[in-house]
């Protein structure tokens, strides 16, 4: 027990001297953002045990799939700072059990677990009284849950085959978790589904309802994950790193020849790049597939689309992976790193987006036009923006060779990563509107306008990076030394705003989409497709007469929120004052 008290000490005296600057913006940010959650997620235990089961099933896969695809979750406290301190195994993960406990997002899922006793106070006192142990050991199964799950993928990322294999299985489940609607509209499922229960998630709400049994079987899941997670610890020390011997030698007869050999090689023998593109790949196709279920093809011409999108995204801190290796770039000027990166990114990922996408066009019969105008602008748009981005919005990266046994963590800032992941998502998907608008109005005149759109963003947004690059490398290099970005005389708009103004912006232009779409424009849907009490969508639940009214009043609600920030951030630069 004293191990595990110095332990979670420890982690509080890190998070007190961290949560500075950004990192703490950032952080309030979310954890307001789970606070909201969290607030709903308790107003569902005075609406029933299916609803408030279904909530804690997505607060457990949220637990589990967010650290995966988020850089590996929080590792303020590395099993290797403890290694020459000869703990057991599960001595050792018992003590990062309780500092796990530490921190906010734990606290925000701990106030979500106070349902279970509003739940069960409405039952009985007895009821209510087994709820706070049950929060407490559902909360703990939450938390191993995700150490177990980026303990297995980190050790499948050892091996080529098992980065590859993972990459697959998340991209998978992912993708089907954003297409959760179709698989619950194609078996009849309009409700809560009955699989709620058989989780462990829903456990905790047995309990409470009188079934002891569940409180008993918690128990014992923690046991068994606290077992597991101290075997993965136990065979976390030391990365294995493929054998290299048998490879034919790098050559190349120009310096931009010899950039591409190099990057290629590194698409093929970094394990966490092997990862990110079977990632994007899975998800391409599965997204593109799940319709099928239905009956209807006609998103799948469309996979090799979305998978150039989302392996722009996972390539979004390119320049970030390398750690302290680009002052080997900035030594050898003129080299053309940057289109040399831009061919090499093209080289892995072109042909496979060409042949998902003339495989399953194919399938279908098309629509060619417009199938190939898009792919050929997100192509190019791609191997433009990810150099691009990567250097005007760097994420300081840990050097390949010092990265820890958690593959995952290529960076010390996950938020900052997420963010620059989504930044690209969307941008990456705009380029390809001019090009498919254009293939939708006037058919085959599309392709050549997406070529032309494709190249132009792939030599103009190369041209940018290069220029970004050649300018601003000694800063660069700085920020990737030190994690911290150098002062400059010039500051945005943001900076300028005070505090009230920023966290508006904050607010209104990070979930203005949360009325808008799902809120609004999906909710109108269900409405008009008869889709009543439909999971977490309010217009579902109204009258009949204030089904519509409320989904316009969310489309509202959002468009407001979007003009709101994007007016607030309209004016120009503004010189720094300071």
């Known amino acids: 027990?004293?191990?595990?008290?110095?332990?979670?000490?420890?982690?509080?005296?890190?998070?007190?001297?961290?949560?500075?600057?950004?990192?703490?913006?950032?952080?309030?940010?979310?954890?307001?953002?789970?606070?909201?959650?969290?607030?709903?997620?308790?107003?569902?235990?005075?609406?029933?045990?299916?609803l408030l089961a279904a909530g804690y099933a997505v607060w457990m896969l949220g637990w589990m799939l967010g650290p995966v695809f988020m850089g590996g979750g929080d590792e303020t406290l590395r099993p290797e700072y403890f290694s020459l301190l000869g703990l057991p195994p599960r001595r050792l993960a018992t003590g990062l059990l309780v500092a796990a406990f530490v921190g906010l997002?734990?606290?925000?899922?701990?106030?979500?677990?106070?349902?279970?006793?509003?739940?069960?106070?409405?039952l009985g006192v007895a009821n209510a009284l087994i709820a706070l142990p049950a929060a407490v050991l559902q909360l703990a199964v939450f938390v191993l849950l995700s150490k177990v799950s980026v303990g297995l993928v980190g050790l499948a990322l050892r091996s080529r085959a098992g980065a590859i294999g993972s990459g697959l299985l998340n991209g998978a489940i992912l993708a089907g978790l954003g297409q959760i609607w179709v698989f619950f509209w194609a078996f009849g499922q309009t409700g809560v589904p009955t699989a709620v229960w058989y989780l462990p998630s829903?456990?905790?709400?047995?309990?409470?309802?009188?079934?002891?049994?569940?409180?008993?079987?918690?128990?014992?899941?923690?046991?068994?994950?606290?077992?597991?997670?101290?075997?993965?610890?136990?065979?976390?020390?030391?990365?294995?790193?493929?054998?290299?011997?048998?490879?034919r030698p790098m050559t190349a007869s120009t310096p931009g020849g010899a950039i591409v050999a190099k990057e290629l090689r590194t698409w093929s023998r970094d394990l966490a790049r092997n990862h990110q593109l079977t990632f994007a790949l899975s998800y391409g196709i599965c997204f593109a597939a799940s319709p099928l279920v239905l009956g209807w093809n006609g998103m799948l011409p469309f996979a090799g689309p979305i998978f150039v999108v989302m392996a722009a995204a996972m390539a979004a801190n390119l320049y970030g992976t390398d750690g302290t290796a680009l002052w080997l770039t900035l030594m050898t000027p003129g080299t053309g790193d940057v289109r040399g990166r831009q061919l090499a990114w093209l080289s892995t990922q072109a042909p496979i987006a060409i042949l998902l996408t003339v495989a399953f066009t194919s399938i279908t019969g098309g629509p060619w036009p417009l199938i190939l105008a898009l792919l050929t602008a997100l192509l190019g748009g791609a191997a433009g923006l990810v150099p691009l981005i990567s250097l005007y919005a760097l994420v300081p990266g840990t050097d390949p060779h010092r990265r820890a046994g958690n593959p995952l963590r290529t960076t010390e800032d996950d938020g900052g990563l997420t963010g620059l992941a989504y930044v690209m998502l969307a941008l990456v998907a705009l380029t390809g509107a001019p090009a498919a608008l254009i293939a939708l109005r006037y058919g085959w005149i599309g392709v050549p306008a997406g070529l032309l759109t494709g190249a132009l963003y792939y030599w103009g947004f190369g041209l940018l990076a290069e220029r970004r690059l050649r300018t601003h490398g000694p800063e660069l290099l700085n920020t990737m030394r030190t994690g911290r970005k150098a002062e400059t005389t010039v500051t945005s708009r943001y900076d300028s705003l005070s505090r009230k103004q920023k966290t508006i912006a904050w607010w209104?232009?990070?979930?203005?989409?949360?009325?808008?779409?799902?809120?609004?424009?999906?909710?109108?849907?269900?409405?008009?497709?008869?889709?009543?009490?439909?999971t977490w969508f309010l217009a579902t639940y109204m009258p009949p007469g204030l089904r519509y009214p409320v989904a316009a009043a969310m489309i509202a609600l959002g468009l407001t929120m979007y003009t709101v920030g994007a007016w607030i951030l309209k004016s120009p630069k503004t010189p720094k004052t300071s």
């Open 105 to 122: 997002s734990p606290l925000v899922s701990l106030v979500a677990l106070l349902g279970l006793v509003v739940f069960g106070v409405r």
């Open 202 to 247: 829903g456990w905790g709400v047995l309990a409470v309802q009188g079934q002891w049994w569940a409180l008993g079987a918690l128990a014992v899941l923690v046991f068994l994950l606290l077992g597991a997670w101290a075997a993965l610890l136990n065979r976390r020390a030391g990365a294995v790193r493929p054998s290299t011997r048998g490879r």
């Open 1 to 50: 027990m004293a191990v595990a008290l110095t332990m979670a000490q420890m982690k509080i005296a890190v998070l007190r001297h961290s949560m500075r600057g950004e990192r703490a913006q950032m952080a309030g940010t979310g954890a307001a953002l789970g606070a909201c959650l969290a607030a709903g997620t308790v107003y569902l235990g005075f609406q029933g045990a299916d």
């Open 508 to 534: 209104c232009l990070g979930f203005g989409a949360i009325p808008l779409f799902p809120q609004g424009i999906v909710a109108a849907v269900f409405v008009a497709n008869d889709m009543l009490r439909h």
